[in-house]
């Protein structure tokens, strides 16, 4: 069974920083783990639909952002710890949004969130201006 749980969460002011951590365990239905898994974060703001932010490969070799949060955050991957960041910077109030983390067990690295398998419950992130 897989298990993934962020952490990071929290309140930050404009401008300010944060790092998010997803860690996984278990194995997927295929019998894989995480080091095998591509990685994404997603995040829904309150009235909004769940929107992707950041996806990594299993190798770290691919990487895509959102067009909004490019070159204010950084997805990175520890296999070793079976550990995924979202660094955050220059945080903005539209960033404010619960944000989660998600594995995608497919041969390819996608933006789309009806691509992946598991989910995380989720962390808040709360910009005040």
């Known amino acids: 069974q897989v298990q993934l749980v962020e952490s990071g969460g929290g309140l930050v002011q404009a401008g300010g920083s944060l790092r998010l951590s997803c860690a996984a365990s278990?194995?997927?239905?295929?019998?894989?783990?995480?080091?095998?898994?591509?990685m994404g974060w997603f995040r829904q703001a309150p009235g909004k639909e769940r929107e992707f932010v950041a996806a990594?490969?299993?190798?770290?070799?691919?990487?895509y952002y959102a067009d909004s949060v490019k070159g204010r955050f950084t997805i990175s991957r520890d296999n070793g710890k079976k550990t995924v960041y979202l660094q955050m910077n220059s945080l903005k109030p539209e960033d404010t949004a619960v944000y989660y983390c998600?594995?995608?067990?497919?041969?390819?690295?996608?933006?789309?969130?009806?691509?992946?398998?598991?989910w995380g419950q989720g962390t808040q992130v709360t910009v005040s201006s």
């Open positions: 278990g194995r997927s239905s295929s019998g894989r783990t995480s080091s095998s898994w591509s």
């Open positions: 990594i490969s299993w190798s770290g070799g691919s990487i």
């Open positions: 998600a594995a995608d067990q497919g041969a390819f690295t996608t933006t789309r969130a009806s691509m992946y398998d598991y």
